[in-house]
């Protein structure tokens, strides 16, 4: 039976495999057989044999699959995908919920230390960014094998970075691609009668409605959003006018000779900002929850969230009014590839990999990108699927006050993981007195 639920602490909890004579035999006459076959056939045949062993060890196995439990349309998708790999593979998905990623990646590190090697309470995360940073230098991620799941082949990798690099860092096959989200803004129409659509006009806007915009103060993971987004525009305005690159800096590593320089327009920009902000910029909204109720309560008339369906499901459960309408900048959209993993000392990778496979196939992704499901924008490129599977992706009429259809029209790469701590430490060292 599959279970979803939020867990408590779980305890912090590989066979080695012999051949024998009559196998090491039995393998040198299947590479003779092999050898008259083409290279593609025997390679084909031999990554279909080693699935099928994946398959027949995944099964019937727990998955504990440590997410984020903050949004419930996030979580009754997973409802849906645990029901569908226990009735595939009896596979019983637990979904551990999590406030923060990082409180999974806290864990697994906590298991290494204790010379949990092979029987970790995390079996598959969701993650990307600076937890997947950590989690790789640390050494805490089963190596080379998203890129062999069968379903990886329909994300087009060769032609795909986005599902290579975890802001801007090598996955190496540690992490399978799952979704894909973008900085998402939206607005009280009865409020007010046009929305900014650039930085540039939402400095404006501020100043024109005072108090009616906020953000949450880092380290909230949509506050530090938002200030990437200004920090990636304020640069490319600044190109754009010298000849410059110095966008090229959020690239690379932040180091003590390049961060006071990269983040001192990001500190100018704010300053003239924070005055017009909710508060006058004194104090900030906590979360984007918060900044969601203020919507809702009318204080604030303009706000955002990196999960577009959020908008949606909050007018249908009445915590938005009907009267909001989302939107993409124009300027571009912050985005990002978000995977999952599984830790180095997982207890039951192969069953793990069976999810993450399920997770990339056309049905789950088709699914999720369904706005009154998810509106999550899938990984798969539409040229590797078949027609069969391209209509999956059709969906229905969504709801008015739900991203638009393909509003994306120019997307934002991260910077570099190590400019978050930069730009948290630089801002808590700045405004960080607010309480």
């Excluded at 602490?9 to 051949?19: F, G, I, T």
């Excluded at 808590?428 to 007195?433: I, L, M, P």
Aim: proline letters at 7%.
């Amino acid at each position: 039976m599959y279970v979803i639920k939020s867990l408590p602490a779980l305890a912090m909890l590989k066979n080695l495999s012999r051949y024998s004579a009559y196998a090491m035999v039995l393998s040198v006459c299947v590479g003779i057989s092999a050898s008259t076959a083409s290279p593609t056939t025997g390679n084909l045949n031999q990554n279909l044999s080693s699935w099928q062993q994946i398959e027949a060890q995944g099964e019937n196995q727990d998955v504990y699959f440590y997410a984020w439990g903050g949004d419930p349309q996030i979580n009754a998708y997973l409802q849906w995908a645990a029901k569908q790999v226990n009735d595939k593979y009896n596979i019983n998905l637990v979904h551990v919920k999590l406030s923060d990623t990082s409180e999974a990646v806290s864990r697994v590190l906590a298991e290494k230390s204790a010379n949990n090697n092979d029987k970790g309470s995390v079996d598959l995360i969701w993650i990307n960014g600076a937890n997947f940073a950590t989690m790789s230098e640390n050494s805490l991620l089963l190596k080379q094998w998203a890129n062999k799941l069968p379903n990886f082949a329909l994300t087009d990798p060769d032609n795909n970075p986005a599902v290579n690099f975890d802001f801007g860092v090598p996955t190496n096959g540690m992490e399978a691609p799952w979704g894909q989200a973008s900085l998402t803004f939206y607005y009280d129409s009865l409020s007010t009668n046009k929305s900014p659509t650039t930085l540039n006009q939402l400095v404006n806007w501020t100043a024109q409605n005072p108090g009616r915009f906020s953000y949450p103060k880092p380290p909230d993971f949509l506050g530090m959003s938002f200030l990437k987004y200004a920090l990636v525009m304020l640069h490319e305005q600044h190109d754009a006018k010298t000849g410059e690159n110095t966008k090229a800096q959020l690239n690379l590593p932040a180091t003590e000779q390049n961060t006071d320089i990269i983040l001192a327009p990001l500190w100018t920009f704010l300053d003239d900002l924070h005055p017009t902000l909710w508060r006058k910029g004194e104090q900030f909204v906590q979360t984007g929850a918060h900044m969601r109720r203020l919507v809702d309560d009318t204080e604030l008339s303009l706000a955002f969230t990196f999960s577009a369906p959020e908008v949606p499901a909050a007018v249908q459960r009445y915590d938005l009014p009907e009267s909001i309408r989302s939107y993409a900048m124009s300027d571009g959209s912050l985005s990002n590839t978000h995977f999952v993993a599984i830790p180095y000392n997982a207890s039951h990778p192969q069953a793990a990999q069976l999810v993450a496979n399920f997770l990339m196939s056309p049905e789950a992704q088709a699914k999720k990108q369904t706005s009154d499901i998810w509106g999550d924008k899938t990984v798969l490129v539409p040229s590797t699927l078949n027609p069969e599977q391209q209509a999956l992706f059709k969906d229905n009429k969504p709801h008015p006050s739900a991203l638009p259809f393909d509003s994306i029209k120019r997307t934002v790469s991260e910077p570099h993981p190590s400019w978050v701590d930069a730009i948290m430490q630089g801002w808590q060292a700045r405004y960080g007195v607010s309480p």
